[in-house]
């Protein structure tokens, strides 16, 4: 149930029922269930009687019990809707100058009402955003690990064919110093088989 944000509509009210308790005794069954607070049982007997809907005593406090933010039977557009009709019904009234002054406040409890359920509209749909957002977040740094570790294992294989790779260029360092041993070697065997400095026979 809605309560008023703020005490001063509070304090509002309680000077209004104050003033109805002063201004005279119970007079109904209604008026005995509203001086004793037992603000439900009231309401049910102002529904059940209709004089009572004619009657502005019992306009401004059905208004008032509607009005206060403890009492079980509150709801503010109600008690408007009350206060409303007593300054329609009785222009005059001796409530006239309470009765405005709360429909004043109940204006200004249902604008908060509605900007407070705005602001939480609000934030709900701003939760629903970072929410995708920590999604979204989450999913990219799982696939920022993913690639971590495929860049470590590329990394490691990337170590391992330049390991081969210094293995074979050794080995080939090798082969091509043997060569060039053998190919020495043939050339020094080529040369004295030719005598030094003769000719080749005949």
């Known amino acids: ?38 603000y439900e049982e009231a309401i049910q007997v102002y529904r059940a009687d209709s004089t009572l809907r004619h009657d502005e005593g ?75 957002l920590y999604r979204r977040l989450a999913r990219v740094e799982d696939d920022l690990d993913q690639r971590r570790e495929h860049l470590e294992t590329l990394e490691a294989l990337n170590l391992r064919l330049q390991s081969d790779l210094q293995t074979r260029t050794d080995s080939l360092d090798r082969l091509r110093t043997e060569l060039r041993k053998l190919k020495a070697i043939d050339l020094r065997s080529g040369h004295d088989s030719t005598g030094s400095g003769g000719y080749p026979p005949r």
């Open 58 to 132: 019992a306009l401004y406090r059905s208004g008032l019990m509607h009005a206060l933010p403890e009492s079980p039977v509150y709801d503010p557009s109600l008690a408007r809707m009350q206060l409303d009709r007593l300054l329609t019904l009785y222009p005059n009234t001796q409530y006239r100058t309470e009765a405005a002054r709360l429909i004043s406040l109940l204006r200004e409890v249902e604008r908060q009402h509605a900007a407070a359920d705005e602001e939480r509209s609000r934030v709900t749909e701003l939760s629903a955003r970072v929410d995708t």
């Open 1 to 38: 149930m809605n309560r008023w944000p703020c005490g001063r509509p509070v304090a509002a009210l309680g000077a209004a029922l104050l003033s109805v308790g002063i201004a005279g005794c119970a007079t109904s069954r209604f008026d005995s269930l509203f001086d004793a607070g037992r």
